[in-house]
């Protein structure tokens, strides 16, 4: 039996985990976490807001699914990595923010940490077993969203209504605008650096519009092995809650009987400056990941909000970075630092 916590249970994420864990005899929903929303009796132990570590105390589960959505998720991260207990991450956002904390807490508590984001869980699926020498690079695949193909001109006037409507992908509002813009696809390029270890230069990001290529994996002998599935969250959550088992989803595996035809391509890092500002701010290190992070978030609430255009959001994370002075990321009150002054300067840059 094993006691899983369900922090965000009242998003995408926390939903469907909640099904997979009602499906499974052997999956016992010990505490649930939400943000403001009342959730009630949906487990025996539950806390809307606040110190979510207070939660995790009294229900000492031996599984934290961490689907809050942004940085409010890092405290959590932190709670499993250093306990040792498992963490089936999908807020990437405590990731990117705090991932060398994150990584020396994990070392410390030698617990497993199990990526919920698709193309990680795709990637640590094709890396299970190899040892680092055997890899030569990482390939996430994106959908590029729902303006894929369009012209700056073209996305001066979008609404946050167009951005939500995302061509392949359910998902809760943040991440759908992230996605719209290729900002998720730049905190994913930084999560995967962070989970498995590789230089930035050896992660490469390619567009697959149907989302069917989840990630792929080179190795230096000239193969290439790919995770393929039609784009189902419940795959991945699955496969993080009941890992290692890989037990039944009601998902199908690929049916070829009507053809499947897979296209690639690059995405357009000028008409979508997120991904390649994330990624320079991987390069640079220290809190810049965390202000990126930051940054990205109020950007986004703007716009959702109806405050900020949608080509203003890249513009308002590049100001910020600009701005920001970057220190090494020595502790948590170090990324608290750097989260709520990148805030303040994104904010200054939003009236500005
Ligand atoms: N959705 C997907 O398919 C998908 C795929 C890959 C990765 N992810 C990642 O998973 C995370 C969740 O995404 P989502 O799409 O499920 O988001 P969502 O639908 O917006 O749900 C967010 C959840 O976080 C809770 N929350 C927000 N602020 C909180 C706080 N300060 N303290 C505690 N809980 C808080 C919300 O509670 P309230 O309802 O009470 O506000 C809600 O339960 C994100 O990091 C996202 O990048 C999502």
Same mark, same amino acid.
């Given at each position: 039996?094993?006691?899983?916590?369900?922090?965000?249970?009242?998003?995408?994420?926390?939903?469907?985990?909640? #099904?997979?864990?009602?499906?499974?005899?052997?999956?016992?929903?010990?505490?649930?976490?939400?943000?403001?929303?009342?959730?009630?009796?949906?487990?025996?132990?539950?806390?809307?807001?606040?110190?979510?570590? #207070?939660?995790?105390?009294?229900?000492?589960?031996?599984?934290?699914?961490?689907?809050?959505?942004?940085?409010?998720?890092?405290?959590?991260?932190?709670?499993?990595?250093?306990? &040792?207990?498992?963490?089936?991450?999908?807020?990437?956002?405590?990731?990117?923010?705090?991932?060398?904390?994150?990584?020396?807490?994990?070392?410390?508590?030698? &617990?497993?940490?199990?990526?919920?984001?698709?193309?990680?869980?795709?990637?640590?699926?094709?890396?299970?077993?190899?040892?680092?020498?055997?890899?030569?690079?990482?390939?996430l695949?994106?959908s590029?969203?729902?303006?894929?193909? /369009?012209?700056?001109?073209?996305?001066?006037?979008?609404?946050?209504?167009e951005?939500?409507?995302?061509?392949?992908?359910?998902?809760?509002?943040?991440?759908?605008?992230?996605?719209s813009?290729?900002?998720?696809?730049?905190?994913?390029?930084?999560?995967?650096?962070?989970?498995?270890?590789?230089?930035?230069?050896?992660?490469?990001?390619?567009?697959?519009?149907?989302?069917?290529?989840?990630?792929?994996?080179?190795?230096?002998?000239?193969?290439?092995?790919?995770?393929?599935?039609?784009?189902?969250? /419940?795959?991945?959550?699955?496969?993080?809650?009941?890992?290692?088992?890989?037990?039944?989803t009601?998902?199908?595996?690929?049916?070829?009987?009507?053809?499947?035809?897979?296209?690639?391509?690059?995405?357009?890092?000028e008409?979508?400056?997120?991904?390649?500002?994330?990624?320079?701010?991987?390069?640079?290190?220290?809190?810049?990941?965390?202000?990126?992070?930051?940054?990205?978030?109020?950007?986004?609430?703007?716009?959702?909000?109806?405050?900020?255009?949608?080509?203003?959001?890249?513009?308002?994370?590049e100001?910020?970075?600009?701005?920001?002075a970057?220190?090494?990321?020595?502790?948590?009150?170090?990324?608290?630092?750097?989260?709520?002054?990148?805030?303040?300067?994104?904010?200054?840059?939003?009236?500005?």
């Amino acid at each position: 039996m094993k006691r899983v916590a369900v922090l965000g249970v009242t998003g995408s994420i926390g939903r469907q985990a909640l #099904e997979i864990v009602e499906s499974h005899p052997e999956l016992e929903l010990a505490a649930a976490a939400s943000g403001s929303q009342p959730i009630d009796g949906v487990a025996p132990l539950t806390q809307v807001g606040g110190d979510l570590t #207070e939660l995790l105390e009294r229900a000492q589960p031996d599984v934290v699914l961490n689907a809050v959505v942004g940085f409010a998720g890092l405290p959590a991260t932190l709670w499993a990595l250093e306990r &040792g207990v498992t963490l089936a991450l999908a807020n990437k956002e405590s990731l990117v923010a705090a991932g060398e904390l994150a990584l020396q807490a994990r070392e410390r508590g030698g &617990g497993l940490l199990l990526p919920v984001d698709s193309e990680h869980s795709a990637a640590f699926q094709c890396l299970e077993g190899r040892t680092p020498e055997q890899v030569d690079s990482l390939v996430l695949t994106g959908s590029g969203g729902p303006f894929r193909g /369009r012209t700056r001109d073209e996305l001066e006037e979008v609404t946050p209504d167009e951005a939500l409507a995302h061509p392949t992908w359910r998902m809760g509002p943040k991440i759908t605008v992230d996605s719209s813009t290729l900002a998720n696809k730049g905190l994913e390029l930084i999560e995967a650096h962070f989970l498995f270890g590789l230089p930035y230069e050896h992660i490469e990001v390619v567009l697959q519009p149907t989302s069917v290529v989840h990630a792929l994996v080179r190795f230096r002998d000239g193969a290439t092995l790919a995770h393929l599935g039609y784009p189902d969250m /419940r795959v991945p959550i699955s496969f993080a809650l009941t890992h290692p088992e890989r037990t039944a989803t009601p998902i199908p595996p690929l049916d070829f009987s009507q053809g499947l035809v897979l296209e690639f391509e690059q995405p357009d890092l000028e008409t979508f400056p997120l991904l390649a500002l994330a990624r320079r701010a991987g390069e640079r290190g220290g809190t810049f990941p965390c202000a990126f992070n930051a940054a990205n978030e109020v950007a986004v609430a703007a716009f959702l909000e109806g405050r900020l255009s949608f080509l203003a959001i890249a513009a308002t994370v590049e100001e910020t970075l600009a701005a920001v002075a970057g220190a090494p990321a020595r502790d948590l009150a170090d990324l608290f630092e750097a989260d709520a002054e990148a805030r303040r300067l994104a904010e200054k840059e939003l009236v500005a």
